[in-house]
């Protein structure tokens, strides 16, 4: 049980402003006076928390080992010389601005700083941490949880899409900055928080700078409400010019000198530039460990089992390697041993052993590892691409900016001095990098932010006051997309469907789906599928088990729908009552299985609050697919390909040359299909496709499949044909 503690007037005092009855129930209040005169003053040599107490004050018991432990490494961090001066700072400014050195101690302490200064109210208020990425705001929460010696999901938790690990008792929030906008859909004045840390700013995500917008309007009307912009030592000006008046404070940094080394020649491969290098460094450096950055889980494991393989080839006189991947889709377990000490040396006073972290851009700023001393910069991150032209958004990896690569490299320096390998040319990092990378908002397409902010009842996008506003054809783009799919009116009002997609937390086009469903009487078949289509692969296919995968995968195929594949192994998951053995066995990833299931429940209830009826076609019946296949071609028509005479495929009205992507279970080349995905790699590819037909197309898309402004195409003659049938069908 928290004890409820009275205020005294010392405390109030003490310089705490707001409401000093919301503040009775935080344990820490009653500490507060002591906090603010006596941990900062005696910083230094030994600082403890024992001089205030030695029980939690939120369980009432004393604090566990582990507690004190961490609270040592606490009190080191860079920020906490700066506790009062923040705290004093955050209660004479509505919005603060602060810049720090990567793991100097923000996003762990600054939140706890506000909970220990009485802002949040137990039961009813909290503080909350924006994080760009989903990894870092859970893996954060896991540790804060820790350093406060309470249990994740209490007073520490997270929100993430799909996922809320968080309660009634929650002060301390860590969530993505996609679900706090959400939350803003149904608490405009976001009246949960008292606090709010967007952390990361300098990442310029879309969802943090749409956030950003939105707080100038409501911090006028929330007198109470405390924002800190956290960003890492780039663009924070930036931040202060946009906020006006808000002080920017710096929070002194504490790092150490990184040599950087550059390749002669441009590497041809940077995966195994990569591999080379680490390996080097394993055999020739100093102690300490190594992080080598790359861009996303396939190229990840691969890299970790050849460094492992090289590794168990090395003589004994060689110090152990142990390598960790790192990327979002990592389970929880084995993220977490990225932060496991490098193993010792194999016989008392050989040479010590080596941790090697393999990151995607996690490890840039977000997530601070200990004893990093080497980093292996290959120059490459997976980004956000947008053209508005071909309304293409895709991930591509493309080289990093040079602010990136002097961020990755600070890694390097956090304990002592390092070195960062970077694995191209001086001349190319001060020709072809550019200096920061563009903010996401100028890379994305909107069309899910346009509904957020018509939801919350922005109308006027154009004077929204954003940090750097969307290219107008972007916005137009986003605009007509909405309006194609019936979510706003020709007016750009909302209507009732429009309502209705930004009820769910999915991508338009995927919450229309969810919408046409019960039109073909397939809502239970289209849960399944999105709920697969929400989460991490569910089929697994590691590389020297190809074959086998795909063989199995083959069991679940359904020859001309890639969405109906997915609803198969779904469905054989269930009737096999979820077992692990059976997913082991046919190369489904159980854990992937598992949280589309979960997904599926939340849209299931989404669904039931909106009165959309749970349906489903006899599986046996002929039905079952076609339904499946009507409903994609009315809510996808604006994603179809055409196969052209030349054997490519085409998409419609974007004219993007296009081929299925290899993974496609879909046979021959059909004349048109449904995508899921444009997949940028060295060519176009179209990923997760369904074949469809012209006659679907036009009936359920007339006003986009309109036959006076249709482009010429080869498609043409067919769509005609289409609307002919159409008209004879309806004279009979
Ligand atoms: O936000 P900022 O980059 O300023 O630093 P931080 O993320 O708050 O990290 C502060 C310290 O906490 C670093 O030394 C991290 O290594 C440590 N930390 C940790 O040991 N384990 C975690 N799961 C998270 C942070
Ligand atoms: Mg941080």
Known sequence: MVKKQKISSGDTSSGVDGNVSSHTSNPYLS?????????????????????????????????????????????????????????????????????????????????????????????????????????????IASRVADEMDVKLGAEVGYTIRFEDESSDRTVLKFMTDGMLLREAMSDPLLKRYKAICLDEAHERTLATDVLMGLLQEVIPKRPDLKLIVMSATLDAKKFQDYFKGAPLMKVPGRTHPVEIFYTAQPERNYVEAAIRTTLQIHQCESPGDILVFLTGEAEIEDCCRQLRDSAATFPSNVGELVVYPLYSSLPPAAQRKIFSQAPGPRVAGGVPGRKVVVSTNIAETSLTIDGIVYVVDPGFSKQKIFNPRARVESLLVSPISQASAKQRSGRAGRTQPGKCFRLYTELSFKNDLQQATYPEILRSKMSSVVL?????????????DFLDPPAPETLMRALELLNYHGALDDEGDMTEVGYKMAEMPLDPQMAKLLLVSPDYSCSNEILSIVACLSVPAIFMRPKEQAKLADDAKAQFAVDDSDHCTLLNAYNEYLFNNKSRDYCWDNFLNERSLNQADNVRNQLVRIMQKLDLPLTSNDRKSSRYYTAVKQTLTGAMFMQVAYLQRSGVYMTIKDNQSVSLHPSTDVNGKPQWVVYEEFVLTSKNYIRTVTVTNADWLVASAPHYYDLTNFPECEAKGEIEQAYRRMAQRASK
Do not use: M
Not at 34 to 56: C, F, I, K, P, R
Not at 452 to 464: A, N, R, Y
């Open 31 to 139: 500490h507060h006076a002591s906090y603010s005169t006596g941990l900062g003053a005696s910083y230094g040599a030994n600082v403890t928390y024992d001089q205030h107490t030695e029980t939690n004050p939120w369980s009432g018991e004393a604090f566990s080992g582990k507690y004190h432990d961490i609270l040592k490494k606490r009190t080191k961090l860079p920020v906490y010389l700066f506790r009062d001066k923040l705290l004093k700072t955050v209660r004479e400014n509505q919005i603060v601005v602060i810049e720090g050195e990567t793991g100097s101690g923000k996003t762990t302490q600054i939140p706890q700083f506000l909970v220990e200064d009485g802002y949040p109210t137990l039961g009813s208020t909290c503080v909350a941490c924006t994080q760009p990425r989903r990894v870092a705001a859970t893996s």
């Open 452 to 464: 957020t902010l018509k939801k919350l009842g922005i109308d006027d996008l154009v004077h929204f």
